[in-house]
Nanobody, 125 residues
Framework: VQLQASGGGLVQAGDSLRLSCTAS????????MAWFRQAPGKEREYVVGMRWGDRKTNYADSVKGRFTISKDNAGNTVSLQMNSLRPEDTASYYC???????????????????WGQGTQVTVSS
């Protein structure tokens, strides 16, 4: 599975931004897709996960109600709509795919088999 992330940028607090992650290759083996983020000097943290088959989702408390993950009808692109952005959302955002860990317990980076390159999101105050 290959993952290609895009859509980062520089915005002001309160603005919105949409990230995309396009999957190619053997996507049929994917169980969970997720977004993580990593701020400078911090560990990579879980943001949201989606069960590949039925699109069920699981959000981190820090983004619940502001971020929305979705998958396009073709089933190859997962998007992250980020609203009401805050300076503390500033980070490199990564999409990831797991072939064996369900969304209800896949919160750690080690549980993911494939990663896209990071896309930078910077939110100014």
């Amino acid at each position: 599975v290959q993952l290609q992330a895009s859509g980062g940028g520089l915005v002001q607090a309160g603005d919105s931004l949409r990230l995309s992650c396009t999957a190619s290759g053997r996507t049929v083996s994917t169980l969970t897709m997720a977004w993580f983020r990593q701020a400078p000097g911090k560990e990579r943290e879980y943001v949201v996960g989606m069960r590949w088959g039925d699109r069920k989702t699981n959000y981190a408390d820090s983004v619940k109600g502001r971020f929305t993950i979705s998958k396009d009808n073709a089933g190859n692109t997962v998007s992250l709509q980020m609203n009401s952005l805050r300076p503390e959302d500033t980070a490199s955002y990564y999409c990831a795919a797991s072939t064996s860990n369900p969304i209800w317990s896949a919160f750690r980076t080690i549980q993911y088999d494939y990663w896209g390159q990071g896309t930078q999101v910077t939110v100014s105050s």
